[in-house]
């Protein structure tokens, strides 16, 4: 049975190693490098990390460590390895996609420092792709994923979503994914069913459920901090309460301090989670053209005619009523303040981007988002906790995950400049370890150029 196991494991290594061009190593040795464990804040300089299959099996000194011979040695002078960071609001192609387009995104992930995803746009072909990563077949970040979500067209009464509901548990889903326009009965019967079939949901708070319902219902994580300016709106303020615009925009000059300070003090007291995504709304609010942001980080990595669609979207966005440089500053620094104040309240945070979405790219959207929070006042360790020791607690893997200590999981992240200085930092990267197997940056990069 061992030998059965070692063998097939033997096997996806190699499979694996094909697809990146390069011999699978069994143990990998980063000498002489800063590490940056997680478990608090501080930096270990000149240690040595030894990785053996998917775990670390050494960490210290690099003077105390010995490195065993048949080591794969990454030389890690002048930099620094990390705990990999979680994309937790992720879409994995799907739909009319290629197998290519969800192989390309999953090798951007990696080669961006992600080391696991929360599919948020699920679909049954996510389902063997997940155990295709997991089994190493497939390059890619872990994978949890969502089923096709809950939303007025695909949960149209009580009886749809709750037998939607039981599908997605049978068919090994890892939650549920919750979207705009869903009724108040139906999202409490979809509520009931999961609560019984103990599978969690996630995501978009309805505009009739609202936040205070989510919370009660305990959504296990709210996406895009969506309902907070919907459900913070003064009283009597002179907006139509039927028209919020794009997440509460249109309310952002018309909230009150005493429902904002209550939503952040409920959603604390529920246990819910908050998936910010507040780079992705910087950059819908920001003033940035089309042209402009089509050459952002990483854009070069897409199809083009995903791009030419983005820039499509990208000027109809910009040409609603009411999208000015003033407005869309008051809403994001209503977003900053907001997010500050659910993070200094202790609300569980933790980092998504949304990718891929409009002009947000797989991996490189990450360090946007990071970026976005360090504007929100979270200093770049705090960022980091977001991504990482956080996203072990949420998935109740801490004992495998989370951070670098010897015996957790080898997801790591190896970084060029320190990341604890600035969060801009954490782009600059040489490569990422999944589960044991190292893959430089550039490798991933070129085989991405050939994913088209
Ligand atoms: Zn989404």
């Given at each position: 049975m061992r030998t059965t196991f070692a063998a097939a494991a033997a096997l996806a290594l190699l499979v694996t190693a094909t697809l990146v061009g390069q011999a699978p190593p069994t143990t990998v040795a980063f000498t002489n490098v800063t590490v940056i464990?997680?478990?608090?804040e501080r930096a270990l300089a000149d240690h040595t990390v030894v990785v053996r299959g998917d775990r670390i099996v050494a960490l210290g000194p690099s003077r105390e460590v010995q490195v065993p011979a048949e080591s794969t040695r990454v030389d890690g002078r002048g930099k620094f390895l990390m705990p990999g960071m979680a994309e937790m609001h992720a879409h994995i192609p799907g739909g009319n996609a290629t197998e290519a387009d969800m192989h390309r995104t999953l090798a951007l992930f990696a080669a961006n420092g992600i080391t696991t995803i929360r599919g948020m746009?699920?679909?049954?072909?996510?389902l063997p792709l997940r155990a295709a990563v997991a089994k190493g077949d497939v390059v890619g970040p872990t994978i949890y994923t969502s089923g096709v979500s809950f939303s007025g067209n695909t949960a149209k009464s009580a009886d749809v979503a709750v037998k939607m509901v039981q599908e997605q548990k049978a068919a090994g889903y890892d939650l549920l994914k919750v979207h705009p326009g869903v009724p108040r009965d139906v999202f409490d019967a979809m509520a009931a069913e999961a609560n019984r079939l103990r599978i969690t949901f996630s995501g978009h708070v309805p505009a009739d459920v609202g936040l205070e319902r989510a919370l009660t219902a305990k959504f296990r994580s709210i996406d895009h901090i969506d309902g907070y300016f919907e459900y913070a709106?003064?009283?009597?303020?002179?907006?139509?309460?039927?028209n919020p615009g794009f997440f509460g925009a249109n309310f952002a000059a018309h909230l009150d301090p005493a429902r904002m300070a209550k939503a952040v003090a409920d959603t604390k007291r529920a246990g819910v989670w908050i998936v910010p995504t507040q780079g992705l709304l910087e950059t819908f609010m920001s003033m940035a053209t089309a042209e402009e942001l089509s050459k952002?980080?990483?854009?070069?990595?897409?199809?083009p005619q995903m791009v030419a669609a983005w820039a499509k979207q990208r000027q109809s966005f910009m040409s609603q009523p009411g999208f000015n440089a003033q407005n869309n500053e008051r809403f994001l620094q209503e977003r900053r303040r907001l997010l500050k104040a659910l993070h200094d309240a202790g609300v569980d945070i933790i980092l998504g981007s949304d990718a891929v979405q409009t002009f947000s790219v797989p991996g490189f959207s990450i360090v946007n988002e990071m970026g976005a929070m360090a504007r929100s006042g979270m200093t770049p360790y705090q960022v980091y906790v977001t991504g990482s020791r956080n996203v072990a607690r949420f998935f109740n893997r801490d004992s495998d995950v989370g951070t670098v200590a010897?015996?957790?999981?080898?997801?790591l992240v190896l970084v060029d400049a320190d990341p604890l200085a600035r969060v801009d930092n954490f782009a600059r990267q040489t490569g990422t370890m999944l589960r044991g197997r190292w893959y430089p940056r550039a490798d991933l990069l070129a085989k991405v150029r050939t994913m088209q």
């Open positions: 464990p997680m478990d608090r746009l699920g679909e049954p072909r996510h709106v003064k009283p009597g303020a002179p907006v139509d309460v039927k952002g980080p990483g854009v070069e990595y897409m199809p010897v015996g957790k999981i080898a997801d």
